[in-house]
């Protein structure tokens, strides 16, 4: 019986040790068998991940393993470096601390992109909708029943090619509506295209089908834009309640909003004067990223902040200006990580902190018309390939 109870106690013993030995591995404690003595010393771990996967990752130079892979580190700053050929190298100084899972997630863009044509007629004007799924364009060097406003679908799955994710929704036949400008609703169900061919005109057109007599709304026009306002209001209201007390009161009087993420996680601002950003959460969150965050606001400087981080970050020295209906040359990218960045005739895609800053296309196009791709897979673009005498088409930049 005595004997019985022995086995017994030292099984469970066994069990405590091994229970506490997988706590403690789990919180990324390891022994260091450097010198003559072992040292139980703490770890961190860095999850490194990358899109395409099966990439090299590096650190402070050193091959160390491939990307899906997770990394015991001692604590410190180390340099990590994600390669993988034909594609840009990735690169991030990441603060490794005892017993906290950091990341090191990697999108890879391709050094050599693949242009795929969208349009092939000439194209006007395009505009991207407030659901960032549509593109409405001009077409003006057809006939009168091909002239019109057409429609990009960037989410319908054409069986051939691109030219076919198109649709007409206005033609020429009752007014020039190929030279009107245009204007999307804030739920993206209608179009204000306004003529003035002839006598200035302003329609209002559905999205979803061939508008053969566009409805004339120019003398209710005031009605219309109330409307539209009232949604985009009751939108933006939203978007602010959700917020912390604290953190909405920091908005309002700071920021000046330029663009939410498209998972609402994070805001693209100027700031609206020279201030500091309180803490919002206390204590601070661990694991977050260990890019440098800036606090102190400047005016006119453009910054993104992290809420569910509470971490913000210094993008450029000044705002980027928006003409007529042109789209902002600083845009949040769709997978609400990365921002592009349209500038001196090229186009980047950098990180919401501002790392990695890549060139991912430097050929000829249209200023101001670049549109993310709704499932980040691709840009589109407006280009005539470098020859002025044609009409501009869109173009598709493959991303991956």
């Known amino acids: 019986m005595r004997k019985q109870l022995i086995v017994s106690a030292l099984i469970l013993l066994f069990l405590a040790l091994v229970t506490i030995f997988v706590i403690i591995y789990g919180k990324g404690y390891r022994f260091n068998l450097k010198g003559s003595n072992a040292i139980l010393s703490g770890t961190g771990l860095l999850v490194a991940t990358s899109t395409p996967d099966g990439a090299q990752v590096l650190i402070n130079d050193h091959l160390t393993t491939a990307t899906d892979n997770t990394i015991n580190l001692a604590p410190g700053e180390y340099t990590v470096k994600i390669f993988k050929e034909g594609y840009f190298t990735w690169e991030k100084n990441i603060i490794i601390k005892k017993e906290v899972v950091s990341k090191a997630d990697a999108l890879l863009f391709p050094k050599a992109p693949k242009l795929e044509s969208i349009t092939n007629i000439g194209i006007l004007n395009p505009v991207i909708d407030p659901s960032k799924t549509k593109i409405a364009y001009l077409v003006a060097s057809q006939s009168a029943v091909k002239n019109g406003v057409y429609i990009l679908d960037m989410t319908s799955r054409p069986i051939l090619t691109l030219q076919s994710a198109s649709t007409q929704i206005a033609n020429d036949i009752l007014d020039y509506l190929s030279t009107s400008n245009i204007q999307w609703s804030p739920d993206s169900k209608e179009i204000l295209a306004a003529s003035g061919r002839l006598i200035k005109t302003?329609?209002?057109?559905?999205?979803?089908?061939?508008?053969?007599?566009?409805?004339?709304?120019?003398?209710?026009?005031?009605?219309?834009?109330?409307?539209?306002?009232?949604?985009?209001?009751?939108?933006?209201?939203?978007?602010?309640?959700?917020?912390?007390?604290?953190?909405?009161?920091?908005?309002?009087?700071?920021?000046?909003?330029?663009?939410?993420?498209?998972?609402?996680?994070?805001?693209?601002?100027?700031?609206?004067?020279?201030?500091?950003?309180?803490?919002?959460i206390t204590p601070p969150l661990i694991g977050t990223n260990s890019t440098p965050e800036v606090r102190s606001l400047k005016k006119g400087e453009v910054y993104t902040y992290d809420i569910k981080e509470d971490r913000n970050y210094k993008i450029l020295d000044f705002v980027p200006k928006k003409e007529d209906n042109s789209p902002l040359p600083l845009m949040w990218y769709p997978d609400s990580k990365h921002l592009v960045y349209v500038h001196s005739s090229k186009i980047d895609i950098m990180e919401y902190d501002a790392k990695n800053q890549t060139t991912i296309y430097a050929g000829p196009f249209v200023d101001g018309f670049v549109f993310p791709w709704p499932d980040a897979t691709k840009l589109v673009i407006l280009t005539d390939l470098g020859n002025p005498s044609i009409t501009p088409n869109l173009y598709t930049i493959g991303l991956k």
């Open 202 to 280: 302003t329609y209002l057109l559905e999205t979803n089908t061939l508008n053969q007599n566009p409805k004339d709304v120019t003398e209710t026009i005031v009605s219309v834009d109330a409307s539209w306002n009232k949604l985009k209001t009751e939108k933006q209201k939203a978007l602010m309640d959700s917020l912390p007390k604290k953190l909405k009161k920091v908005v309002s009087e700071q920021f000046n909003i330029l663009e939410w993420s498209s998972d609402e996680t994070k805001i693209l601002y100027e700031a609206s004067q020279s201030a500091e950003i309180p803490l919002i």
